[in-house]
């Protein structure tokens, strides 16, 4: 791993103490935030809540999660192009990344440093008394979420990684790499346990409400989402299968319309939304990161912009299809017309503001659920007719040609292409999916001339290696 998070994990427990009373606020306690012990963090409900909260705002405002998790993951797919010049992002445009990138190593150092404080969290809880019992058994689940969540990501990135589950540094410090399979077996038991333990409604009652729909948070049907997810990625069909069947079935969720899908189903809590991401703090003037990124600062006079969609990715849609007219947009740059991402709309708070739209990252949504559950029937052949009848759900809530195949084969090709075409430029649903699969090496071996197999990983930073002799690089680096 890298300095940076061996840094944060020889320090005491330290947490930015936040609590809401009609907005938030810093609290000054003694002794100082890098000398909190252990035992006074989780002394109350208060601070434990405040700890908690800090775990999530982390997560949220960590750069992995905002602009490299879909940006970085779509130039290395090929759905999106770098037009600019700036080395890092045409290193993910060519897939020719380095050792000594510091872009990889913020990758790798960010979703560590959340893993520390979903650590922490766990510990802390465990180890001590003065948080309530229902709380803590929450707060326990919600950190165990966020750590698989984080393993998630880190294993598709970069293969083998060191499994951390503890913040005692001379455990840590010198751990070797875990194989992908075992931290999928982490994950999945972090996720059933937090199924288990986390309520149905999301988390923020008070006195006088009896339910909360702030999907910033996560109850019970994110873990299970999550564990759709995973399970599929580990090849057990049927409970992904399951466990996307116990999503769709819930009352919460329901698909957004076609009247309103252009713009609603990016709109904060919305009825579609299983999880999201609060923006974040560190980006004051920024609504969403991608929408700052993919879009430029005028749509109609249009100077300068950095990422276009590729025009071979942007064919594969009919002109009738909503998607094609509501998620992505035409821009004019010297009498030459381009097509870029348009999910998000609103690249500062004021002007989502006044027009009236509250917009927040969406990380899990139902969609994913019914193409999941599609997924695993064609891939076991036990209910072909159902999975085509959900992967028509996508295409009839798009206005897009309906699927008619019925054989398993024909209807995972159609599953496939309709991922790619719901979740384009979205987290690093195509990047993983082609990873998944198999496809990776024949599909952009054709269309990058600097592609090469290795590149289906991001090489361990350097830095990391440096700092951890038992740390191994990645084949091809």
């Known amino acids: 791993m890298s300095k940076s998070i061996y840094h944060i994990m020889t320090s005491l427990l330290a947490f930015t103490i936040i609590i809401s009373s009609g907005c938030e606020k810093t609290v000054d306690i003694d002794p100082p935030l890098n000398q909190i012990t252990t035992s006074l963090v989780f002394s109350s409900d208060k601070l434990a809540t405040a700890a908690r909260s800090g775990m999530f705002s982390t997560l949220a405002s960590i750069s992995t999660q905002s602009q490299n998790l879909t940006t970085y993951s779509s130039l290395q797919a090929d759905d999106l192009l770098y037009i600019a010049t700036a080395v890092a992002l045409q290193e993910f445009n060519n897939n020719t990344y380095t050792a000594v990138s510091t872009s990889q190593a913020s990758i790798f150092s960010d979703w560590y440093s959340v893993i520390y404080r979903a650590n922490a969290m766990i510990e802390g809880l465990q180890n001590t008394s003065g948080t309530t019992a229902s709380l803590k058994t929450q707060y326990i689940a919600?950190?165990?979420?966020?750590?698989?969540?984080?393993?998630?990501?880190?294993?598709?990135?970069?293969g083998d990684v060191p499994l951390v589950l503890v913040t005692d540094p001379s455990v840590t410090a010198f751990l070797p790499k875990s194989a992908t399979s075992i931290i999928y077996a982490q994950m999945i038991e972090d996720l059933t346990e937090a199924k288990s333990n986390l309520g149905v409604v999301y988390p923020g009652v008070t006195a006088t409400t009896t339910s909360s729909n702030d999907r910033t948070l996560v109850n019970r049907f994110v873990a299970t989402a999550l564990l759709a997810r995973v399970q599929l990625y580990t090849g057990n069909y049927a409970a992904a299968e399951s466990n996307a069947s116990e999503v769709i079935a819930s009352t919460l969720y329901n698909m957004i319309p076609r009247t309103t899908m252009a713009t609603g189903v990016f709109t904060r809590d919305n009825a579609e939304c299983i999880w999201a991401m609060s923006p974040p703090v560190l980006y004051t003037n920024q609504y969403t990161v991608e929408a700052s990124v993919f879009i430029p600062s005028s749509l109609t006079s249009v100077t300068t912009f950095n990422y276009r969609l590729d025009?071979?990715?942007?064919?594969?849609?009919?002109?009738t299809d909503l998607r094609r007219t509501g998620w992505m947009s035409n821009v004019t740059l010297s009498g030459t017309t381009y097509i870029i991402p348009f999910k998000y709309k609103y690249r500062t708070q004021p002007l989502a503001v006044a027009a009236g739209i509250s917009e927040s990252q969406v990380v899990v949504r139902l969609a994913e659920m019914y193409l999941i559950r599609a997924e695993a029937r064609a891939r076991t052949g036990s209910n072909l007719s159902g999975a085509l009848a959900d992967l028509n759900v996508i295409q009839t809530r798009a206005a897009a040609t309906l699927t008619t195949a019925t054989d398993a084969s024909s209807l995972l090709t159609a599953i496939a292409l309709?991922?790619?075409?719901e979740f384009f430029c979205e987290q690093a649903y195509r990047w993983y999916n082609l990873k998944r699969t198999g496809e990776a090496d024949a599909v952009l071996g054709a269309i990058k001339s600097s592609y090469t197999p290795h590149a289906k990983l991001l090489p361990i930073p350097q830095a990391a290696i440096d700092a951890n002799y038992n740390l191994t690089q990645n084949p091809g680096y």
Do not use: D, G, M, Q
Not at 311 to 319: D, E, V
């Open 142 to 158: 919600e950190a165990k979420l966020v750590r698989a969540y984080c393993y998630f990501h880190l294993v598709n990135t970069f």
């Open 311 to 319: 025009p071979r990715f942007a064919a594969l849609f009919t002109s």
């Open 418 to 421: 309709e991922n790619r075409k």
